[in-house]
């Protein structure tokens, strides 16, 4: 790989939920200076607490020491506004799933950012294309899908939006690489490649909870034990955020214009109650 990864000092995460804050906490262990953005500074610092914690947790299990945990902590910023994000080199945005959130904020990012900078978006299911267009670089923008929890799980998939050029792709294939990560290349088409087969997965499971097919437990231990999945598919809809699953659900039904993609009345339904799954306490399970 070609790409030069020394233009790259300071990466800026914009959101610091479940996602935002595991991507800022890989890019502070790796030695990156980080800048980590919310909605206001109390929830970027809620986001560094989890980190803290996450940290806190590795030092027990004797994986770094507390000084490295010291380390990580220092290189990681939380501020305010994304204004800040101004002195970041590339950016990955984070925040929450919704695609007219997501155009507004690439639209600010794009104003606030140095134009060397890179501006990459964990979205799960929006065109990486649409995203692009919202800004004056859609060259300089790409997908860059790391999977949940970010600090566990090896996996980034990388997708090129219509516009991206080569040295986009490179460098971020090479940090996705000085992360310890593994990338997949996937086209920018509804889902990618992870979500286009685990959704529908989810969603079938949800139908056959909603159908009365089998309890939650039997529905997740018959997929668990029979597929050899380390969790059954609606502890996982509860662990990815059940507003997640459906926003990627109604993405994909959209998206393809197939039916198939329909996403289940019920799963619906727990996001307007509020179950969200693990981060609201309540989803197919109580937490
Ligand atoms: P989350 O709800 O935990 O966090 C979203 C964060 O975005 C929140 O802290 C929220 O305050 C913030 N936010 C909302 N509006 C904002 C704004 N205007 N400016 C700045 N921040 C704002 O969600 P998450 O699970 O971390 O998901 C974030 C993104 O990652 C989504 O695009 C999601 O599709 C994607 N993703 C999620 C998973 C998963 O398993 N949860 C996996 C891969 C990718």
């Known amino acids: 790989m070609s790409a030069d990864l020394e233009q790259i000092k300071v990466i800026g995460v914009l959101g610091a939920g479940q996602m935002g804050a595991g991507i800022a906490q890989v890019a502070?262990?790796?030695g990156y200076q980080v800048l980590l953005a919310d909605i206001s500074l109390e929830r970027s610092e809620q986001g560094k607490?989890?980190?803290?914690?996450?940290?806190t947790r590795s030092v027990v299990k004797e994986r770094i020491t507390e000084a490295q945990k010291t380390e990580i902590l220092g290189r990681l910023t939380p501020v305010g506004g994304m204004e800040a994000l101004s002195g970041a080199d590339f950016v990955v945005e984070a925040a929450t799933e919704n695609e007219e959130l997501k155009l507004k904020l690439f639209a600010?990012?794009?104003e606030y950012?140095?134009?060397h900078a890179i501006?990459?978006?964990?979205?799960?299911s929006i065109p990486i294309t649409r995203i692009a267009a919202a800004t004056t670089r859609p060259h300089k923008v790409i997908g860059m899908h790391f999977m949940n929890p970010v600090p566990v799980m090896k996996l980034v998939e990388v997708i090129k939006g219509l516009a991206t050029d080569e040295e986009t792709y490179e460098l971020t294939e090479a940090l996705a690489a000085k992360m310890g990560k593994t990338t997949v290349l996937a086209r920018d088409m509804p889902g990618f490649i992870v979500n286009r087969i685990l959704m529908p997965m989810i969603n079938e499971a949800v139908t056959a909870l909603y159908e009365g097919i089998g309890s939650r437990e039997d529905i997740d231990a018959?997929?668990?034990l029979g597929t050899?999945?380390?969790?059954?598919?609606?502890t996982l809809a509860d662990f990815i955020g059940l507003d997640t699953c459906l926003a990627i659900m109604e993405v994909l039904h959209e998206g393809m214009g197939d039916s198939k993609y329909r996403p289940c009345p019920?799963?619906?339904?727990?996001?307007d109650a509020g179950w969200m799954g693990r981060k609201s306490g309540r989803g197919f399970y109580e937490y």
């Open 28 to 30: 502070a262990t790796v």
């Open 49 to 55: 607490a989890g980190v803290e914690k996450q940290l």
């Open 108 to 110: 600010q990012l794009d």
């Open 113 to 115: 950012c140095a134009p």
């Open 119 to 124: 501006l990459a978006t964990n979205t799960s």
């Open 222 to 224: 018959g997929m668990k």
């Open 228 to 234: 050899n999945q380390p969790m059954g598919p609606l």
């Open 266 to 271: 019920l799963l619906k339904q727990y996001v």
